[in-house]
């Protein structure tokens, strides 16, 4: 088992992706819990649909933060550290990463700051690995706007920024998977899901985590 975590822009692929992987190792008898944030826990999604909203009390920049920190804290300490104490393979859409891309790329906070407190929310956890599906930002704008006809759905807080916080973003994931290439994997968001899954598969193969497959 492992901690997978996936990040990206909105509309890369992210959540086809999750769940290509979570049926690959289901198929194998594996356990797996399929999470996200901000969310995973009862008072993660409370924290969630304060996060989103559009109207009313939306948060400034830094108690956005530490909301999603509060998230993670929780998170961390109610489900994905129990789950890999039990063997279970954790696949979390977004974590950590998130927090660097969109409160430093887009927001431009202190990176030191954030670190610090990914640090302190996470008690030093970090992923095994994590997978960004990176997408150009006409791309993504693109498929929200599609998404966003085809499900009649409103665009949250973070889909409504305008495109230099989005140019931020991808550039941040961009940068920090450069800083640590040996827990980040970078794939290319226009390819088809097959595509997208057959890469992360060979690249779990590669680390040697599938290979109870051949038992
Ligand atoms: P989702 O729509 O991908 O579930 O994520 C909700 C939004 O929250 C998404 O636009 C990215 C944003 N986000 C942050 O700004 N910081 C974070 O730490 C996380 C986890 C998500």
């Given at each position: 088992m492992a901690f997978v975590v996936f990040e990206g822009l909105d509309g890369a692929g992210k959540s086809t992706l999750i769940k290509g992987v979570e049926a690959h190792l289901q198929t194998l008898g594996q356990v797996v819990h399929l999470t996200r944030e901000p969310g995973g826990t009862p008072l993660g999604e409370e924290i969630r649909q304060q996060l989103l909203r559009v109207q009313g009390d939306t948060p400034v920049p830094r108690a956005e933060l530490l909301l999603y920190e509060a998230a993670r804290a929780q998170h961390v300490e109610r489900v994905i550290r129990p789950g890999l104490a039990q063997g279970k393979w954790i696949l979390c859409d977004r974590f950590s990463q998130s927090t660097v891309a969109f409160q430093v790329g887009g927001r431009r906070l202190n990176r030191k700051i954030i670190d610090d407190l990914n640090r302190y929310a996470t008690d030093g956890l970090q992923p095994d690995l994590v997978v960004l599906v990176d997408l150009p930002v006409d791309e993504s704008?693109?498929?929200?706007?599609?998404?966003?006809?085809?499900?009649?759905?409103?665009?949250?807080?973070?889909?409504?920024?305008?495109?230099?916080?989005?140019?931020?973003?991808?550039?941040?994931?961009?940068?920090?998977?450069?800083?640590?290439?040996?827990?980040?994997?970078?794939?290319?968001?226009?390819?088809?899901?097959?595509?997208?899954?057959?890469?992360?598969?060979?690249?779990?193969?590669?680390?040697?985590?599938?290979?109870?497959?051949?038992?």
């Open positions: 704008l693109k498929r929200m706007s599609r998404r966003e006809q085809e499900k009649g759905q409103g665009k949250d807080r973070f889909e409504l920024e305008e495109r230099a916080f989005h140019e931020g973003v991808r550039a941040s994931y961009l940068a920090q998977a450069a800083e640590e290439p040996q827990r980040w994997l970078v794939l290319d968001g226009l390819q088809n899901p097959d595509q997208l899954l057959k890469k992360l598969l060979v690249e779990m193969e590669k680390r040697g985590w599938l290979a109870f497959s051949s038992k």
